[in-house]
C-alpha cells in the first residue's frame, strides 16, 4: 500500500507502515525525526493532493482544537479563529479524496462542531502503562482491535496508569517540548495500525 502519515514529525506510524512492507511516508511542516529519506516537509493538504494514496493516517495538530485548551477562546478571541482554521483543517484533509481515512485527535470539539469520533482507543489497550483517549475519525477502516491490555493502579477507588498523578493530571512537566512529547503515537497503537489496516 502507499500510505501517507499526515502531521507527523516522529515517523512512528511510518515507521511501523515500512517495517511491514508498505511504501508509506511521513508528512509535516517540521523536519523528521526519524530517517528523513521518507518524509514531505511540506503542508499535508498539499502531499495528499500530490499524489496517489491507498491510505492517509492524518495527526492534525490538536492546539485548538482539545478540551483541554478550549477554556482560552473566551478570553483570548484571536485563539477562538485559530480553533476555526484548525477545525477547516481537519474537514479539507476529512475529504480528500484517498481510499481509506483515519484522522486521529484527543477529545475535543471535532466531537461536536463536526461528528462524533467512530473510535476511542487508550495506549492502555495496546501494551503501554498510560491513559490517553485518542478519538479516531474513519473513513472504510475497522476500528483498531485491542492487543495488549495494561491494568491500571487504583488510587482511592479510581484507575490511575504510570503516566497519570494520584488525581489524575498528566506528570508531565511544563517545558518547551512538552506538546512534542504528548503529541507523539504510542508505538504500539502505530504497531496496530500497521497490522489491522495494513492487510486490508
Excluded at 10 to 16: F, H, N, Q, Y
Excluded at 112 to 119: G, L, Y
Excluded at 124 to 151: I, M, N, Y
Excluded at 153 to 182: E, F, H, I, M, Y
Aim: one cysteine or more.
Amino acid at each position: 500500500m502507499r500510505v501517507l502519515i499526515a502531521c507527523e514529525f516522529s515517523a512512528t506510524v511510518r515507521d511501523a507502515f515500512r517495517a511491514r512492507g508498505h511504501d508509506a511516508w511521513s508528512c509535516d511542516l517540521l523536519p523528521c525525526e526519524g530517517d528523513p529519506a521518507w518524509h514531505i516537509q511540506s503542508d499535508a493538504l498539499a502531499a495528499a493532493h500530490g499524489s496517489q494514496w491507498d491510505l492517509m493516517v492524518a495527526h492534525p495538530p490538536c492546539t485548538y482544537l482539545a478540551s483541554s485548551g478550549l477554556h482560552w477562546n473566551k478570553r483570548r478571541p484571536e485563539r477562538a479563529a485559530q480553533t476555526e482554521e484548525a477545525l477547516a483543517f481537519v474537514l479539507a484533509l476529512a475529504n480528500v479524496p484517498t481510499p481509506r481515512i483515519a484522522i486521529e485527535n484527543p477529545i475535543g470539539c471535532l466531537s461536536t462542531r463536526w461528528r462524533k469520533p467512530d473510535w476511542i482507543v487508550q495506549p492502555h489497550q495496546f501494551g503501554h502503562d498510560a491513559s490517553k483517549a485518542t478519538c479516531l475519525w474513519l473513513k472504510r477502516l475497522p476500528p483498531l482491535r485491542p492487543t495488549e491490555h495494561v491494568p491500571p493502579r487504583v488510587v482511592d477507588g479510581r484507575r490511575r496508569w504510570a503516566n497519570q498523578t494520584d488525581s489524575g493530571q498528566n506528570k508531565l512537566t511544563p517545558s518547551a517540548d512538552r506538546w512534542a512529547l504528548r503529541s507523539k503515537t504510542y508505538q504500539g497503537i502505530a504497531d496496530a495500525m500497521a497490522n489491522q489496516w495494513g492487510n486490508l
